[in-house]
């Protein structure tokens, strides 16, 4: 894993801690939460607070997480909103911690330029032991204060500015003044700077979780849905109208095109689609090739030629489906059926531009593993996952690539692959217009209906 430490591909964007200041502030906040501290001299945090350092010294990479269900966080600073969440259990927890830090910037940037703010995002369990248990999981509430408690003093305080201004004779109440003056001492000038925190509820309706192997929930559709990749006796009977095997590939490509959750990357605006299909194309012929070469390092797209000639039996069914479409797409070859039982079918697809576009996206990273790329952008945690199991010929190739080729343009990269675009429409064409045939049912053909 170090390749990818050093290549910023791992614990990359981390906020550094080394001033004896915040290391104080964070052991005030690290005991008051989990009764624990550090003798690190430095190390670093993600947008939690979270330190691999500290995991590591304390033999505990969940020391902020306790049962996985209920993160905890330490804010030093208002910079750890753009770092990144290590060891997420649920897909939805940066995105609440960073729109919480967003929100309320100015209030946390006073309060953390003086003592660490910590907290935790609340749900109504405590503990996840059967996947009933996570949809109990309605919304998630944001507790968050200084260990002084700053923003409860400075709430206490304004209630009893509020009865000094409406209340008679409150000029008179020797023990409310006085009571004023000694919360004023902690909470400071709440009329220059208010300390209330706003936006403390988040719902949770559709994400992904860690538990029981990998379960995605979406709950928000017509007819609810969990995806679980290790379906057991304990999904039975479950309190959502569908419960769905990951490794059911027609129930779920029907799942995701009945509720227009996905498109055919053929279909994407202002995408290169020969291009992306080459590349991807590329990521299976480099996953048969490690397997068979010491090293593939440096090899080029012609070494990729020759070596497809070479080794072409012992490509898989992806590599054959993708190369139909790539010949349709770059010269206008016969148009492929490929129907959503065929191994390639799920890379050749991306999520539509909706609110759970990253969720979409996450799954698909899970159901076409040798798409790298989209496995390290997407599903961070299933990469690493993934990558421990490698042979050391393609995680030397990986690193290279996404050293050069993503980390130099992240945002780009994005961008050329899942887009930012509203779903295209369809228009008024012939119903022989190859381009209506696309948008209606894809480039695979109809979907099988589940059973």
């Keep these: 894993m170090m390749r990818l430490v050093k290549a ?19 052991n005030r906040a690290l005991k008051h939460l989990t009764g624990k501290e550090t003798k690190l001299s430095e190390f670093h945090v993600d947008i939690s607070g979270y330190s691999p350092e500290i995991g590591d010294e304390l033999g505990d990479i969940l020391y902020l997480n306790p049962n996985g269900c209920n993160r905890q966080f330490i804010l030093l600073t208002t910079d750890q909103k753009t770092a990144p969440l290590l060891n997420a259990q649920f897909s939805s927890s940066r995105s609440i911690l960073r729109n919480f830090i ?49 923003v409860a003093d ?24 006085a009571d004023m003056i000694e919360t004023a001492k902690i909470a400071g000038d709440i009329n220059r700077n208010p300390i209330n925190l706003e936006q403390r509820e988040y719902a949770q309706t559709n994400y992904h979780t860690q538990h029981f192997g ?32 990951i490794n059911n590939r027609n129930d779920v490509a029907k799942f995701l095109t009945q509720n227009e959750l996905v ?13 992306v299909l080459l590349q991807k194309i590329d990521f299976i012929v480099i996953n048969v090739l490690a397997q068979k070469l010491p090293s593939i390092s440096n090899i080029t797209r012609r070494d990729i030629r020759r070596l497809i000639q070479q080794y072409g039996d012992e490509m898989p069914a992806e590599f054959d489906g993708l190369m139909d479409l790539y010949r349709w797409s770059a010269a206008g070859g016969k148009w492929p059926h490929i129907t959503s ?21 996450a799954l698909l990273a899970q159901l076409t593993p040798m798409d790298f790329r989209t496995l390290f952008i997407c599903h961070k ?53 190859i381009e209506t045939i696309i948008r209606r049912v894809g480039p695979w053909g109809a979907v099988r209906n589940m059973k």
Excluded: C
Aim: no cysteine; proline share 4%; aromatic share 10%.
């Design 8 to 26: 910023g591909l791992m614990f990359g964007n981390l906020v550094e801690v080394r001033s004896p200041a915040l290391i104080a502030r964070y």
């Design 102 to 150: 967003t929100t309320n910037e100015k209030q946390l940037f006073a309060l953390t330029a003086r003592e660490a703010v910590a907290g935790e995002l609340m749900n109504s369990v405590f503990n996840v032991d059967h996947p009933r248990d996570l949809l109990k999981i309605q919304h998630i509430e944001v507790e968050a204060d200084t260990v002084q408690s700053h």
């Design 154 to 177: 400075g709430q206490k305080l304004q209630k009893m500015l509020d009865t000094f201004n409406t209340q008679q004779d409150a000029w008179w109440d020797d023990v409310l003044i």
């Design 214 to 245: 990998g379960v995605y929930i979406f709950r928000d559709l017509e007819n609810p849905t969990m995806i679980a990749s290790q379906i057991s006796d304990q999904f039975d009977d479950l309190p959502i109208d569908h419960v769905i095997d």
């Design 263 to 275: 498109e055919p990357i053929v279909n994407a605006k202002s995408m290169d689609v020969a291009a």
């Design 341 to 361: 039982d065929h191994p390639a079918f799920f890379y050749t697809l991306r999520a539509t531009n909706h609110g759970d576009k990253d969720l979409v996206n």
């Design 381 to 433: 945690e299933l990469f690493y996952a993934a990558y421990r199991n490698w042979p050391d010929a393609k995680k030397n190739y990986v690193v290279q690539f996404l050293e050069a080729e993503y980390q130099m343009d992240k945002e780009g990269a994005r961008e050329a692959l899942f887009g930012n675009e509203p779903e295209m429409k369809e228009d008024d064409a012939d119903a022989d217009d």
